[in-house]
T-cell receptor, first 114, second 121 residues
Framework: KQEVTQIPAALSVPEGENLVLNCSFT??????LQWFRQDPGKGLTSLLL?????REQTSGRLNASLDKSSGRSTLYIAASQPGDSATYLC?????????????FGTGTLLAVQP | GAVVSQHPSWVICKSGTSVKIECRSL??????MFWYRQFPKQSLMLMAT?????????EQGVEKDKFLINHASLTLSTLTVTSAHPEDSSFYIC?????????????????FGPGTRLLVL
């Protein structure tokens, strides 16, 4: 069964700290992996998308890496800010599945303390 | 660009009534729209995928007669929760994608709406 798992479920850090969020997935035959941000009671904002042929993507203070062989991705956030507080979701699209079907992890709730 | 809206943002209804949720792509034509459900402290679960002008494809375990999806135009999809019950209370999120490929191709970015919170009393 194709599943996505995220740890930790929640994380609290002081402002300015660098942090890493983890995502693991079963079945390494992925098409791509995406990281999203969800603010309370809101929809999703796409942060980074990594194709299966890529090993990492960067956007500003965010860096996402992908290791298909081990079934893992990490989201690195540098110099965290209170505005980074949100739930971070990773989602995977696998080959052989329906068009653009995203399987989401349960998310990591991040709180950055000022 | 690529903005998706949902209406209403929240709704409270009595058990047994039907509720319609709209999903609109405001500045692009969406070839495909997706409906997700998110229960508290859980992740998003795909309910169904719809292409404009054709019947929706429902995920296993989702009752198509209870969750009616209509994708009548390239900018509008509706989800109707029929005979809603308290267990249907959830956060419903839609997404829309457009792409050069035909249906069945991967890699088309999904743009998500802000969600609709449904509470059934």
């Amino acid at each position: 069964k194709q599943e996505v798992t995220q740890i930790p479920a929640a994380l609290s850090v002081p402002e300015g700290e660098n942090l890493v969020l983890n995502c693991s997935f079963t079945d390494s035959a992925i098409y791509n992996l995406q990281w999203f941000r969800q603010d309370p009671g809101k929809g999703l904002t796409s942060l980074l998308l990594i194709q299966s042929s890529q090993r990492e993507q960067t956007s500003g203070r965010l860096n996402a890496s992908l290791d298909k062989s081990s079934g893992r991705s990490t989201l690195y956030i540098a110099a965290s800010q209170p505005g980074d507080s949100a739930t971070y979701l990773c989602a995977v699209t696998w080959y052989g599945g329906a068009t653009n079907k995203l399987i989401f992890g349960t998310g990591t709730l991040l709180a950055v303390q000022p | 660009g690529a903005v998706v809206s949902q209406h209403p943002s929240w709704v409270i209804c009595k058990s047994g009534t039907s509720v319609k949720i709209e999903c609109r792509s405001l500045d692009f034509q969406a070839t495909t729209m997706f409906w997700y459900r998110q229960f508290p402290k859980q992740s998003l679960m795909l309910m169904a995928t719809s292409n404009e002008g054709s019947k929706a494809t429902y995920e296993q375990g989702v009752e198509k007669d209870k969750f009616l999806i209509n994708h009548a135009s390239l900018t509008l999809s509706t989800l109707t929760v029929t005979s809603a019950h308290p267990e249907d209370s959830s956060f419903y999120i839609c997404s829309a994608s457009y792409g050069a490929g035909t249906s069945g191709s991967h890699g088309e970015t999904q743009y998500f709406g802000p969600g609709t919170r449904l509470l059934v009393l």
